[in-house]
């Protein structure tokens, strides 16, 4: 049973402007409404996203901003409405928390396409306040934007499904790219990249990893187990490849030309853009036109998809690859996500650790 009686104060790190740089901050959380659940947060992943949304690159910020949206934690309490969770259970928040219900998308249970989405940060909540992220001791969250972690995941494995890992199942599923034998690339192997490699090798896919240097060629094959690399800037490797696969997912987070990868692509094949990226991208239309290719985007998954993949990963015994650190190593960790250093995403120990500088 839920209490409704007092707002909690709880203790998060904050930007509090665009160099991004993450200190404590003090704030409040509503009470506890009917379909809320109160969440210990116990580990956090940090996403490329958390830079853009810390750093301003998409000019939309508001300050200060508790960001993380990679969320596991435990279930201390429930409004008299839940039914999905109890105390003790182990959930997973990801990045939208609120959405209008009603709208086409909302009612075709996608709710990640509704466009009064409510993010989990960096928004405003339906009470007026701002949404604050999972770099905190604790969230509030309406039960239908939780998801249960199932008994064999690990929960700090489980933290990068909640973005990185839905967002590459949901558009391979979408697009109908789940069937054996199908040839894929992933573009860009950071932490959402990893996952689509892993995620596709589970599915029976073949699959190469496009990558801006030879550095983490090793590392792919032997441990991810993908079964080709290419390194971008190699024109003899990427014209070897020519037209020879159905899809590329692209997870890089800056401007890059796009023809390369369109040639890359069969028949039909598709280019799933995954990346944030705040500049114009361009190509010519024969490009696409000579081979009818698609160029599309996907956003995260929705609810559904987002426990779906949970289980699916529980299922086939597959886990995310992660460097786990302490909160006073989170504007370090940041730091190295932006030189492209990290193997392959942090997850934050929050319950593990204090909220000091
Ligand atoms: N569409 C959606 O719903 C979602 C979108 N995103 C977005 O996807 C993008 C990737 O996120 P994430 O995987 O967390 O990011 P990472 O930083 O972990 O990975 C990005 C990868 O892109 C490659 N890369 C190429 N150029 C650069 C560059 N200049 N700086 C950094 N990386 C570069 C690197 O791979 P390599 O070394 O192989 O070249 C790098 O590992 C971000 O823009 C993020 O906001 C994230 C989650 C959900
Ligand atoms: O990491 C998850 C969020 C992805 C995202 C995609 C598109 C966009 O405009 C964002 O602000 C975030
Ligand atoms: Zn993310
Ligand atoms: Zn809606």
Redesign the pocket.
Known sequence: MGSLASERSVVGLAAKDATGVLSPYTYTLRKTGEEDVVVKVLYCGI???D??QTKNHLGMSNYPMVPGHEVVGEVIEVGPAVSKFQPGDVVGVG?IVGCCRTCTPCKSDVEQYCNKRIWSYNDVYTDGKPTQGGFASTMIVDQKFAVKIPAGLAPEQAAPLL??GV?VYSPLKHFGLMAPGLRGAI???????HMGVKIAKVMGHHVT?????D??KAEAMDHLGADAYLV?SDAAQMAAAADSLDYIID????F?PLEPYLSLLKLDGKLI?????NEPLQFVSPMVMLGRKALT????GSMTETQEVLEFCAKKGLTSTIEMVKLDYVNQAIER??R?D?R??FVVDVAGSKFEP
């Open positions: 996403c490329h996203t830079i853009h990045v973005c990185a967002t573009l860009g192997l950071g932490g959402v990249g990893v496009i990558s801006s240097s550095k983490k971008s997870t890089v987070p800056v890059h853009l995954l990346g944030v990226i985007g996907s956003f995260i996500l932006e492209n990290v392959y995403r």
